[in-house]
């Protein structure tokens, strides 16, 4: 199991294979952190298909609005969609889009991301600068690495279930690291 460090800013995405473990950075991209938290425990990216997935590049998901696999899916209209929240501004920083790394999908428009993300395949540098980077795959990159591929896929994966891991059963949060001791602080 991964090492949770903080509970509140990792998320659990459950894949067919696995679960998938994300650490969110919300140092380096606060909006984009708490935009995906607040999707996340909306229920929001519940059953949302991975609509984009290239080879060597990335997996695309998380339009909210038109990937619901669940609700009158068109696989066609997946991808041009997002939340009925406003845009966020861009979060650039220095961070690279690395492979694991999780990047905010936008239109030509830099402060136009929404609610689609992308998890990278491999070192992707010429992103570097262009889209926000707001976290990292800390566990479960195998299960990334299987996502049917395709632009868009005939049989699309999604995302069975996505939680913020404080809120998931049996997150061991810090108060419940101080009872682990009985409770007397020692």
Not at 107 to 117: I, L
Not at 127 to 150: F, K, P, S
Not at 173 to 179: E, R
Request: no cysteine; net charge negative.
């Amino acid at each position: 199991m991964a090492d949770i460090k903080d509970p509140e800013n990792t998320i659990l995405m459950e894949l067919s294979g696995g679960t998938v473990t994300i650490e969110l950075l919300a140092d380096v991209a606060p909006l984009h952190t708490a935009r995906m938290k607040e999707l996340v425990r909306s229920g929001a990216y519940n059953n949302v298909a991975f609509h984009r997935v290239i080879d060597g590049f990335m997996a695309q998901t998380g339009d909210v609005a038109n990937g619901n696999m669940e609700k009158d899916f068109n696989i066609r209209l997946a991808g041009t969609g997002g939340s009925d929240m406003p845009d966020l501004p861009a979060e650039f920083s220095k961070l690279p889009h690395d492979r694991g790394t999780i990047g905010a999908a936008r239109s030509a428009n830099p402060n136009s991301a929404n609610s689609q993300f992308f998890i990278n395949f491999s070192d992707n540098s010429f992103l570097n600068g262009q889209y926000t980077v707001y976290g990292r795959v800390i566990e479960g990159m195998e299960h990334v690495d299987a996502i049917q591929r395709g632009e868009p896929p005939m049989n699309p994966d999604r995302m069975i279930s996505v939680v913020v891991a404080a809120d998931a059963d049996g997150a061991a949060g810090p108060a419940d690291a101080a009872d682990a001791d009985g409770g007397d602080g020692e």
